[in-house]
């Protein structure tokens, strides 16, 4: 069985962009896991911390019973993802438990460093899920599996310099889109704070409409996900694609972006 997990910065950020993939990937008979590795303490205006951490905690807790998928604990504060030592060895204790072959992480390229340093820290912790004499926080055995790394879309489609990042891959996400909008309207502390902090308006609009220019993106789905796959040196065989291999037509690889690669 093929294990899936989808890592986001903050709670709510995986149902934005990876939901939808991860849902369908459970229909297609893999184990899922959802993983936040910020605890959204920052995330209110109107909340004490601890407050807001226990109820977004909670929030999280309910969109993964929605999507039948296992839920792991976020490790640090928001603003505190860094690229750093300790808490690589942190990160990498987790890969090696979960043990997933198909692992979805944001854009190495996003509008803030929590989303950008979570893409970073997950490719370095599974680049060493099987050194020998790499010891994680806490202890594990090493595991040397093959992994594939799919990098998601940045939120607003566009890098921290505003130009437009391009998907090399499109999910058909609008099977599962009532149900990833359902995950999203869990996260009800959110809805309030970007709008108040960001200007963000409608909280589950903006993420159908994300879906949507995804799709018109492809050319060929109504709502979609966009994802770049990472390179396989270190992780997978060459070709290794293991999402299309288990979603088959609901994914398509943009022939054109292969091309462009060289």
Excluded at 59 to 74: G, K, L, M, N
Excluded at 79 to 93: G, H, N, T, W
Excluded at 193 to 209: F, I, K
Excluded at 217 to 234: I, K, N
Aim: aromatic share 8%; glycine share 6%; with cysteine.
């Amino acid at each position: 069985m093929s294990v899936a997990m989808a890592v986001g910065a903050h709670p709510d950020d995986i149902e934005f962009a990876m939901a939808g993939t991860l849902l369908l990937l459970k229909e297609a008979g893999a184990e899922i896991h959802m993983w936040n590795l910020a605890n959204g303490c920052f995330g209110t205006a109107v909340h004490e911390r601890e407050e807001i951490i226990e109820l977004r905690w909670e929030e999280a807790q309910e969109s993964a019973r929605d999507a039948c998928a296992a839920i792991h604990p976020p490790l640090v504060d928001d603003l505190a993802i860094v690229y750093e030592v300790a808490l690589v060895a942190r990160v990498a204790a987790v890969v090696r438990t979960v043990k997933p072959d198909i692992l979805l992480i944001p854009s190495p390229q996003d509008y803030m460093e929590d989303h950008s340093n979570t893409s970073r820290l997950l490719v370095t912790a599974a680049f060493a899920r099987g050194m020998k004499n790499y010891e994680t926080d806490p202890p594990t055995e090493p595991w040397a599996g093959d992994m594939v790394l799919y990098h998601a879309m940045p939120h607003g489609l566009r890098d921290m310099l505003r130009r437009i990042v391009r998907p090399g891959m499109y999910v058909d996400v609008e099977p599962v889109l009532d149900m990833k909008r359902a995950m999203l309207a869990r996260h009800r502390t959110q809805e309030e704070w970007l709008d108040a902090s960001q200007g963000v308006g409608s909280y589950l609009d903006e993420m159908e409409a994300m879906s949507r220019k995804v799709g018109e993106m492809s050319g060929r789905f109504t709502f979609a996900e966009g994802w770049r796959r990472h390179s396989h040196f270190g992780f997978s065989p060459t070709e290794s694609d293991p999402l299309k291999k288990l979603l088959k037509d609901r994914c398509w690889a943009d022939p054109l972006y292969e091309q462009e690669l060289g």
